[in-house]
T-cell receptor
Framework: AQKVTQAQTEISVVEKEDVTLDCVYE???????LFWYKQPPSGELVFLIR??????QNEISGRYSWNFQKSTSSFNFTITASQVVDSAVYFC?????????????FGTGTQLKVEL | GAGVSQSPSNKVTEKGKDVELRCDPI?????LYWYRQRLGQGLEFLIY????????KSGLPSDRFSAERTGESVSTLTIQRTQQEDSAVYLC?????????????FGPGTRLTVL
């Protein structure tokens, strides 16, 4: 079965601090896809990134960066110089053949609070 | 272009009543998904439609839940004889196709409260 674990329930930081959100996954598939979504207080899930299991290159997009390590089954998300607007719940998700090839398996989310 | 839209945004109902939730996917997206998010929880998969194929209903929690989709357009999720444990946000998503490699884009959700 597929599983995504986000052990950090809530993180509070002061603006401009760097913060890393952890994501650990379990799957028997060799081909799978990992995602991060942001859910601001408005409630709508906003897509941030998708990675496939064959691409372990880290990715940077502005203040956001992602570290994918198959050896530890982790796909961690770092926000550099956090801002109040980054306050949201962040979900890590996984799709793969075992899970039906299409449905996403979500972690329970990490609530990030960025304070002035 | 327009994103996924859902209606109503909020629904309050009494226990035992039936409710219908609507989802309009992104135009051209052949795959459509329903998820449920209970308060403080992650999203649980409910059902998936891909083109004219039989839907994957493996996530529906009981036979009180059903969903329909007409072609590659609108979908409705129906909950019959609602119970208080059905209170949640129901989220719809669509993707270009049904393979796991395609990104799912989510609507704003319908917040259902069963009194």
């Amino acid at each position: 079965a597929q599983k995504v674990t986000q052990a950090q329930t809530e993180i509070s930081v002061v603006e401009k601090e760097d913060v890393t959100l952890d994501c650990v996954y379990e799957t028997r598939d060799t081909t799978y896809y990992l995602f991060w979504y942001k859910q601001p207080p408005s409630g709508e899930l906003v897509f941030l990134i998708r990675r496939n299991s064959f691409d372990e290159q880290n990715e940077i997009s502005g203040r956001y960066s992602w570290n994918f390590q198959k050896s530890t089954s982790s796909f961690n998300f770092t926000i550099t110089a956090s801002q109040v607007v980054d306050s949201a719940v962040y979900f890590c998700a996984l799709s793969g053949i075992t899970g039906g090839g299409n449905k996403l398996t979500f972690g329970t989310g990490t609530q990030l609070k960025v304070e002035l | 272009g327009a994103g996924v839209s859902q209606s109503p945004s909020n629904k309050v109902t009494e226990k035992g009543k039936d409710v219908e939730l609507r989802c309009d996917p992104i135009s051209g997206h052949t795959a459509l998904y329903w998820y449920r998010q209970r308060l403080g929880q992650g999203l649980e998969f409910l059902i998936y439609f891909q083109g004219n194929s039989a839907p994957d209903k493996s996530g529906l929690p009981s036979d009180r839940f059903s969903a329909e989709r007409t072609g590659e357009s609108v979908s409705t999720l129906t909950i019959q004889r609602t119970q208080q444990e059905d209170s949640a946000v129901y989220l719809c998503a669509s993707s270009l196709a049904g393979q796991g490699s395609y990104t799912q884009y989510f609507g704003p959700g319908t917040r259902l409260t069963v009194l």
